[in-house]
């Protein structure tokens, strides 16, 4: 069974910085994806970014790029997500996402993950 477990979430004011952290474990596929994705009250889950684990693929979403950096611990499938620059639009619970890697490359969507983790809030004050 697939556990992917979140830690990091937090309250900060804007301009500040946290780290967010999600350890998989039971995984037993050829590769593994992993992703951060967030939802804010009233709307839609959206992609943060993505990673795949092992190799060097990265994607971010335009609204993090510059900001926000993905990085791994593939000994320990572990992916962190440090979120630099804060703005109070990032706030939201931010879940972790992991799956077998599509063969076009990382996937983006929801729709592309099985897996997920129980989510951490992250809250950005004005």
């Known amino acids: 069974q697939v556990r992917l477990v979140e830690s990091g979430g937090g309250s900060v004011q804007a301009g500040g910085s946290l780290t967010l952290s999600c350890a998989a474990s039971?995984?037993?596929?050829?590769?593994?994806?992993m992703a951060w994705f967030r939802q804010a009250p009233g709307k839609t889950r959206e992609d943060v970014a993505a990673i795949y684990v092992g190799g060097n693929a990265k994607h971010y979403a335009d609204s993090v790029k510059g900001r926000f950096t993905i990085s791994q611990d593939s000994a320990k499938n572990t992916v962190y997500l440090r979120m630099n620059r804060l703005k109070p639009d990032d706030t939201g619970m931010y879940y972790c996402?992991?799956?077998?890697?599509?063969?076009?490359?990382?996937?983006?969507?929801?729709?592309?993950?099985?897996?997920w983790g129980q989510g951490t809030q992250v809250t950005v004050s004005s």
């Open positions: 996402a992991a799956d077998e890697c599509p063969g076009y490359g990382l996937g983006t969507t929801p729709y592309e993950y099985n897996y």
């Open positions: 039971g995984y037993s596929g050829s590769s593994l994806c």
